[in-house]
């Protein structure tokens, strides 16, 4: 039996790497899920270079990401080579972050501030790559049908009816992930 794939995790904006989350306990049934806290509110380039100087760390077979997550994973598998899973990922984050400028606080209870000049710095979802999109229809903060019209066209597409933007299809979507990190 082959080794099983060795999975980075990208977390979205105002939120943490939570091992113990389940979403990323059912993805550990894939395989080992590594990840670090990756902090929005400094500018894509910085975002970007941080992860990509962690991830490499570990050689991941897979990079897995939600929301602005999703957006970096896809960026990142572009860049690196690394086949990703975009779960209710972020296609235009200058615009999705727009209403986030200025302080605010997280999800776990930390002050952050966001800058227009940060936001800006955020460029559309990559159009490269080996991508599985994985859509939850009910979510709240991101039209599920706008991504598939943006990103439907580059990458295979799946859509779950019901859920959130937190994505509550995991176990559902778990064999999409197993056949996208063999092939």
Not at 39 to 61: C, F, H, R
Not at 88 to 99: D, G, Q
Not at 131 to 139: F, N, R, T
């Amino acid at each position: 039996m082959k080794d099983m794939p060795k999975i980075y995790y990208l977390h979205g904006f105002a939120s943490r790497f939570d091992i113990n989350s389940d979403k990323l306990k059912t993805l550990a049934r894939v395989g080992p899920v590594y990840g670090h806290d990756i902090d929005y509110t400094q500018g894509s380039e910085d975002v970007i270079e941080e992860s990509l100087d962690k991830l490499m760390q570990v050689n991941p077979d897979l990079l897995v990401g939600t929301s602005m997550g999703g957006w970096l994973a896809g960026i990142l598998g572009a860049e690196a080579g690394i086949p990703f899973v975009a779960i209710n990922p972020v296609t235009e984050p200058a615009h999705a972050l727009k209403s986030w400028i200025g302080p605010g606080v997280d999800h776990q209870g930390q002050a952050y501030q966001l800058t227009d000049e940060v936001v800006s710095s955020y460029y559309p979802f990559t159009h490269y790559g080996s991508g599985l999109v994985l859509l939850d229809q009910g979510d709240e903060l991101l039209p599920w049908n706008d991504t598939v019209r943006e990103l439907g066209g580059y990458f295979s597409v799946h859509s779950f009816e019901g859920g959130s933007h937190r994505f509550e299809h995991m176990e559902e979507a778990l064999e999409l992930v197993r056949e996208h990190v063999k092939d």
